[in-house]
C-alpha cells in the first residue's frame, strides 16, 4: 500500500468530496478516483458509499480513516525530522476563528502564515460554536471561555481582551448612570450566552475579580448583536475595552466605571495532541504562538484552569 494514496483518502475525508480533495491537490478527478479505487482494491475493502455526488464513508473506512491518522501524521513527523528544515509544508489546513471584530483578529496571522507556504491552502471557519474538532475535520480552533473542557485537547492561551461594563449616551439620560457596581441590579444588562450554553450571569469585576449577580431582558449568543444591542440602548454591556474603544471616542458608548481596572479575561488556541496533528497544523500552530508572544500580551491562565487540560 502506497503512503501517498493512504494520504489521499484522508485528504478525500477531511476535504468532504473528490470534487474539493481534486482542486485542493490540484489532480484531475479521474486519477483521484482510480487511485481510491486502487487502494479499494488492495485492501479488498469498500471505503466510500457513493450516492449521486457525494461519498459517505463505509464503517470499514471509518476504521481505516480514525486508526491511520496518528500512523500517518507519526511517519509525516519522522520525515519532517529527517529532512528539515528543506521540507515545504504542503495539504489543507482548517482553521476555526470566532467572530469577533478587533479582538480575536487572527486573519493576519494566518495570511502570513499563507505568504511562507504558498503551496499550502487553507479553510477558515467563522462560528461561535464549539465545533468537534475529530469530527468536523477542524485542525485548529480559537475559543472563548474560563476553561476548555473537552479531553484529549491541548488548549493554550493566547490572547488577552480587558472587559469592562458600557452603555449608550440614550441609555444613560433614560436610565441614569449606575452610581457603583451594587446598582447595576436596577439596570438591564444584556447577558451573553457561551457557546456552551452558560449564560453570563454573574460579572468578574475588576482585576482581582468580585462577582456580581445581573439580569435583564435579553439575552444573545453573539458579541456583534451584544455591542448593536448596547448602542440602540437597549441596555448595558459587558464587552471588550478593544471593541467598545471607537464607539467611547465616537460619543455612541459611555464607560460606566472608569476608577475600576477592566477584569482581564482569555481565549483559547485549541488542537489535538501533535502526534495526532499534519505537519501543516503543527507549523501552523508554532509559527502563531511565535507571533503572538511577541506582539500580543498573552493572558496569565491560573493554575486551576490548566489543570484541567491534557498537554
Partial sequence: ?????????HQIVESGSMNTA?????LPKSSISRRIKGLEDELNLKLFHRQNRSLILTDAGNILYTNSKAALNQLELSIEKAIAPKQEV????????????NVLNIGDTIFRFMDRHPKLTVE???SMEDRNLVENHIDVAFRIGERVDEPNLVARPFISARLSLYASSDYVNENGRPKDVQSLKKHNVIRYRFPDGHVLDKLPIGKKPEFFEVSGNLIV????LVVEACLLGRGVAYIPEQIAR???????LVSLFDDIEPFVGHGWMVY?????LTLAARTFIDFALGEMEQGTEFCSARSEHLDRLLI
Fill in 246 to 252: 471607537s464607539y467611547v471616542q465616537s460619543g455612541e
Fill in 22 to 26: 481534486s482542486k485542493i491537490l490540484n
Fill in 1 to 9: 500500500m502506497k503512503t501517498e494514496d493512504l494520504k489521499l483518502f
Fill in 124 to 126: 477558515i471557519i467563522s
Fill in 90 to 101: 504542503t495539504g489543507h489546513l482548517r482553521i476555526q476563528v470566532l467572530p469577533l471584530p
Fill in 221 to 224: 449568543n453573539s458579541m456583534p
Fill in 272 to 276: 489535538q495532541p501533535r502526534q495526532n
